[in-house]
Nanobody, 127 residues
Framework: QVQLVESGGGLVQAGDSLRVSCAASGRTFSFYAMGWFRQAPGKEREFVSAVSGSGTSTIYADSVKGRFTISRDNAKNTVYLQMNSLKPEDTAVYFC????????????????????WGQGTQVTVSS
């Protein structure tokens, strides 16, 4: 079973930038697409972004498109989420997750297509 460990969260002000990371265990990291989800208090966990196993394909939620950038370094077994122009509504616990396949395909935004999850890292954006 893969282990996913997020890091890099924190408290920032609106308009600031932050990068969160997710380190994965194991030797098959590049075989799987990876995603970022977030969950605010009292709300459902929602899709943020995902990247294919090769790193060549990415998708984003409309709410973060143009502000967030997902990337991965397969040599380091790590996926990143660069978050710019942060807003208070971006406040949430951010989770990384491993998809069941290498491609994003039609269900890259569906959290049920991900089978391994990290514990999350808190991102708080003050106004």
């Amino acid at each position: 079973q893969v282990q996913l460990v997020e890091s890099g969260g924190g408290l920032v002000q609106a308009g600031d930038s932050l990068r969160v990371s997710c380190a994965a265990s194991g030797r098959t990291f590049s075989f799987y697409a990876m995603g970022w989800f977030r969950q605010a208090p009292g709300k459902e966990r929602e899709f943020v972004s995902a990247v294919s196993g090769s790193g060549t394909s990415t998708i984003y939620a409309d709410s973060v498109k143009g502000r967030f950038t997902i990337s991965r370094d397969n040599a380091k077994n790590t996926v990143y989420l660069q978050m710019n122009s942060l807003k208070p509504e971006d406040t949430a616990v951010y989770f990384c997750a491993r998809k069941r396949e290498i491609a994003l395909s039609y269900n890259g935004r569906d959290k049920t297509s991900y089978d391994s999850w990290g514990q999350g890292t808190q991102v708080t954006v003050s106004s």
